[in-house]
């Protein structure tokens, strides 16, 4: 069984700096800030340290994710809209072989049709949708629980 690096990262997609005020009554009103404290929290709790970044460009997340392989214990990831697209960043995960749990805020299948799929989920350890800002402590401690099995 291969020691935990006990660090996790989280990275937000495009559009996901104007959480708490883009679309409230599809995203609410808690913003990225309150996604920071939250899973900060968790981490302090369970003793792992926890790494933000949130960037509106597909390229700037591929580059922390090359960055971050072998660093870490798997990557919390609410793409945004990349979702749907981002076959280059879905490619990154597979290439450098890093552990994943997916997030959408809103439950993106009740919503336009276009939104259905994902090019993450598939791949992806766990997947939280729905579940407003607690998803990413839902991915936080999923992408925990299988590190530290191994």
């Known amino acids: 069984m291969t020691e935990p690096h006990r660090r996790i990262v989280v990275l937000n ?8 005020t ?42 922390r994710l090359h960055d971050e392989r072998g660093r870490t214990d798997g990557v919390v990831i609410n793409p945004g809209g990349l979702t ?31 939104r259905h799929h994902s090019y993450f989920s598939d791949i992806a350890e766990a997947v939280f949708i729905g579940a407003g800002i607690h998803g990413y402590a839902h991915g936080f401690d999923a992408l925990r629980r299988a590190a530290e099995k191994g």
């Open 84 to 114: 749907h697209v981002a076959v280059a960043l879905r490619d990154a995960f597979l290439g450098t072989q890093t552990r994943l749990a997916e997030v959408h805020v809103s439950n993106v299948h009740k919503r336009e049709p276009f």
């Open 22 to 63: 883009r679309e409230p009554e599809l995203y609410g009103t808690e913003s990225l800030a309150d996604v920071e404290k939250l899973v900060r929290a968790r981490a302090d709790e369970v003793g792992y340290q926890v790494d933000f970044f949130q960037t509106n460009h597909e390229g700037a997340l591929i580059d």
């Open 13 to 20: 997609g495009p559009n996901l700096n104007l959480l708490g």
